[in-house]
């Protein structure tokens, strides 16, 4: 049987993830629209798949923590992964300058295969501690996560 506070920190990280979607597609559209930077189709795709890992954690909180939620989460995030890769494979020739600009060293098809990795250890190591579904208690952090999100 789950406890609160597992089910309190299941929770918080499932805000935690849905904010630092928020906090990608932010920068993202900051690079499209004040720096004027035109994604290419695959970006457009990325964009896609990370907005459907977003929509996998607003499921889990609207609807209740769910191990299906987590499957749409980690389907994108391999969606999203291909997509990256083949842009990454694209643009690893030596000389080639990469498509647009740098954040950190790293273009953002780059930071897009790391973050979409990183999602998906991230779900399968909370799978792990989620063995049945949790109904989501209403709390001002899950209504304000929803609010800016979406």
Known sequence: MKTLSSTKIISNLNILGLLGICAILI??????????EIPCPLCLLQRVGIIMI????LFNLILGINQRHYSIIIFSSITTCMTATRQVLIH????DPGYYSTVFGLHLYTWSLLFSLAIILFISVLML????EIQVAKSPAREIAIYLCF
Request: hydrophobic share 55%; proline share 5%; no cysteine.
């Open 129 to 132: 501690f989620n063995t049945a």
């Open 27 to 36: 920068v993202a559209f900051y690079y499209q629209i004040i720096l004027h």
């Open 54 to 57: 977003g929509i996998g954690f």
């Open 92 to 95: 690893i020739l030596p000389g």
